[in-house]
C-alpha cells in the first residue's frame, strides 16, 4: 500500500511506496529482451486488463492504457506505446504519438480528477521496462511545481509546428532543457487539439538530443504541466545534481541555452 505524506510546513508531498522495490526491471542488470518484455504484441496476458486500446494492426492494437502494477500513488497507468519493442520516444512513429496524446486525453477525462502524464525514458531517468511508455498519475491536489508557476519561462528558440513552439529557458536548469508550448497559450493541454503536435515535436526534439549526444538513448523526463498556459517540459539527464541543486534549488548549467538551442536548431 501506497502511504501519501503531505508536510504542510514545506509543502512537499512524499509517496512511500515499497512495493515498487519489487517491480519488473528494478533489479540493477534487468533483462532488455524482446521476449521478456510485458509490454510486446503477443504479451497481453503479462499486463493487468487494460482500461484503453487504440488502433489497430497486425497486433490489433496501436496503443494500449493498463494499470500500473506497482503504482507509487494510488491510481497510476501506463501507457504502451504500441506493439514493437522500441526504447525511445523518438523512434514513433506520427501515428503512434496521436494515439498516446489521445489516450492521455481520454483516460484524463474518463476517470476524472487531477492527471499528470509523464514520460521516463532510461534508466537513469527511473524508467524500470525499455519498451517505450508514458505514465499517468492522479494527484490528490495540484502538484506543488504547477502551483508555484507565475507564467511561462522567457525561451531561446528553437523549433515550431503546427501551432506549438519549442524552446530552451533563458534559465534552463540542465543542458538542452526544453519547454513546449501552443504558440498562442491556451489552457487545458488534456483537452487541446494541440496536444499530439507537441507530442511530435518532443519525439523530434529527442531524435536531434540524440544525434547531438550520439547515444541512441539519452535518459530524459518529460511531463504535461496543465494550467492557465499549459506546456511539455522535456529536461534531459545528462547531469547529475547535487547539494546545491538539491539543497538550495541553484541550477549549475554547463551549457548555455543559447549554444544548447543553436545545436537542437541544427538538428
Known sequence: MTDLRHDPMTGRWVAIAPGRATRPGAARHASDAEEACPFCAGHEDRTPPETLRLG??????????????YPALERQEVVIHGPEHVHSIGELADATLDLVAEAWQRRARDAGGICFPLLNEGRDAGASLPHSHSQLAWLPGPPPTVVCERGLPEVVPVLELEGVSAGCPLA????????????????????????????????????????????????????????????????????????????????????????????????
Not at 489497430?56 to 502494477?69: A, E, F
Not at 497559450?185 to 488534456?190: K, R
Request: no cysteine; proline share 11%.
Open 56 to 69: 489497430d494492426g497486425p497486433s490489433g492494437w496501436g496503443v494500449r492504457v493498463v494499470p500500473n502494477l
Open 172 to 267: 534552463s536548469r540542465v543542458p538542452y532543457e526544453v519547454l513546449i508550448a501552443p504558440s498562442r497559450g491556451e489552457p487545458d493541454g488534456l483537452r487541446s487539439n494541440l496536444l499530439a503536435p507537441a507530442l511530435r515535436l518532443l519525439a523530434e526534439l529527442v531524435r536531434r538530443l540524440q544525434r547531438i549526444e550520439g547515444a541512441p538513448l539519452v535518459p530524459l523526463n518529460a511531463w504535461l504541466h496543465e494550467g492557465p498556459n499549459w506546456h511539455l517540459e522535456l529536461v534531459p539527464r545528462t547531469m547529475r545534481l547535487a547539494g546545491l541543486e538539491l539543497g538550495a534549488g541553484v541550477y549549475l548549467n554547463p551549457v548555455a541555452p543559447e549554444e544548447a538551442a543553436a545545436n537542437l536548431r541544427a538538428g
